[in-house]
T-cell receptor, first 115, second 109 residues
Framework: ETGVTQTPRHLVMGMTNKKSLKCEQHLGHNAMYWYKQSAKKPLELMFV???????ENNSVPSRFSPECPNSSHLFLHLHTLQPEDSALYLCASSQDRFGGVHGYTFGSGTRLTVV | DAKTTQPPSMDCAEGRAANLPCNHS???????VYWYRQIHSQGPQYIIH???NNETNEMASLIITEDRKSSTLILPHATLRDTAVYYCIVNFGNEKLTFGTGTRLTIIP
């Protein structure tokens, strides 16, 4: 248990579905992140939130919509995804938007399959 | 341009020390060296970081050369649970964390 909890662990969805990924951190951190990890590829940073404000959006398609209602929770809303969006989606948090002394703490991820 | 270069894969016998190298020849004076690892299908885990001096914690030791152009992560007594992808990242500590392809370390029984 890292202190960053992601649900669900696995998700299978059709291309016309709408679903949401949830991330919750119990570490008192002020920054949260979404990363995508496709097969055989490095982790790709998608979104950065600092103090509940989105501070970075790395050219992510609009079918991915993040939401950060408070500093402990982060959501990734998904709609009309494509099969190539199948990947491991990882949430992370850190003391501040620049990592802090102990770097980032990651959750275990949600394995998403789009059919 | 990649800031670090790591071998794509390494093997190490169980119980032996695993020494993972990383080259960062263009590192700036204020950039830190961070190490993370990712066990299969889990999120990355912070291991250790350093600036100039060697560092040690309960997980590993980090040896940074005097010119800071390379470093070595040492797992003193590798176990099967240390099988993972290890990432060496150079970062000012005030910017986003960017991962490369890392070194896939396999611990052999």
């Amino acid at each position: 248990e890292t202190g960053v909890t992601q649900t669900p662990r696995h998700l299978v969805m059709g291309m016309t579905n709408k679903k949401s990924l949830k991330c919750e951190q119990h570490l008192g951190h002020n920054a949260m992140y979404w990363y995508k990890q496709s097969a055989k590829k490095p982790l790709e940073l998608m979104f950065v939130y600092s103090l509940e404000e989105r501070v970075e959006n790395n050219s992510v398609p609009s079918r991915f919509s993040p939401e950060c209602p408070n500093s402990s929770h982060l959501f990734l809303h998904l709609h009309t995804l494509q099969p190539e969006d199948s990947a491991l989606y990882l949430c992370a948090s850190s003391q501040d938007r620049f990592g802090g002394v102990h770097g980032y703490t990651f959750g275990s991820g949600t394995r998403l399959t789009v059919v | 341009d990649a800031k670090t270069t790591q071998p794509p894969s390494m093997d190490c016998a169980e119980g032996r020390a695993a020494n993972l190298p990383c080259n960062h020849s263009t590192i700036s004076g204020n950039e830190y060296v961070y190490w993370y690892r990712q066990i299969h299908s889990q999120g990355p885990q912070y291991i250790i970081h350093g600036l100039k001096n060697n560092e040690t914690n309960e997980m590993a030791s980090l040896i940074i050369t005097e010119d800071r152009k390379s470093s070595t992560l040492i797992l003193p007594h590798a176990t099967l649970r240390d099988t993972a992808v290890y990432y060496c990242i150079v970062n000012f500590g005030n910017e986003k964390l960017t991962f490369g392809t890392g070194t896939r370390l396999t611990i052999i029984p």
